[in-house]
Structure formats: structure tokens, C-alpha cells
């Protein structure tokens, strides 16, 4: 099986195709394309973040995760400005 990139679609989309280059069965990431997966994983952490900031509460630990959760989010963002950065250094 061949797995080929469809570049003739606004959105880009694997598909499986056969080597005579016919279209075989879709794979599970056509329904990923959309954005739902992306958006099902968001809503599976924010929900987690609520869990674990309600037992924090409880335990009267707020503060302290809080301050634990606003240093992930300064590593997340450094992170992902430096990707940034590469990408654009990159496009030169």
C-alpha cells in the first residue's frame, strides 16, 4: 500500500491509495481532518485542568496550582516561539 499526500484539496489530507493508482479505503485521519479530533483532545485537558484545580481547591492548594499552571503555560509559549522563530528563519 502506497500512502500518497493529496495536495489538490484547500486542506491537506492522507488517503491510501493502490499502487495502480486507483483510491483504496480512507484511513481514520479523513474524519481528523476537520478539526474535531483537535477539539475533542482540548476539551479532554480543560477538563482534566478542572479535576485537578477542584482537588487543589479542595486541599487548599489553589494558589500553588495556579503558579504550577502559569509556569506550563510560559514553557508552552517559549516553545512555541522558538518554533516560530525557526520556521521563519527557516523560510529565508
Known sequence: MVVRLD????????????????DGPKTMLSKI????????????????????GRS?????EFRQFLRSLAIVAVLCALLAGTVAVAMMLDRT
Request: net charge positive.
Open 7 to 22: 495536495r489538490d484539496r484547500p486542506r491537506m489530507r492522507f488517503s491510501c491509495c493502490r499502487p495502480d493508482g486507483g
Open 33 to 52: 481532518e476537520t478539526g474535531m479530533g483537535w477539539q475533542i483532545i482540548a476539551a479532554a485537558v480543560a477538563g482534566y485542568l478542572a479535576l485537578l
Open 56 to 60: 487543589a481547591w479542595k486541599q487548599g
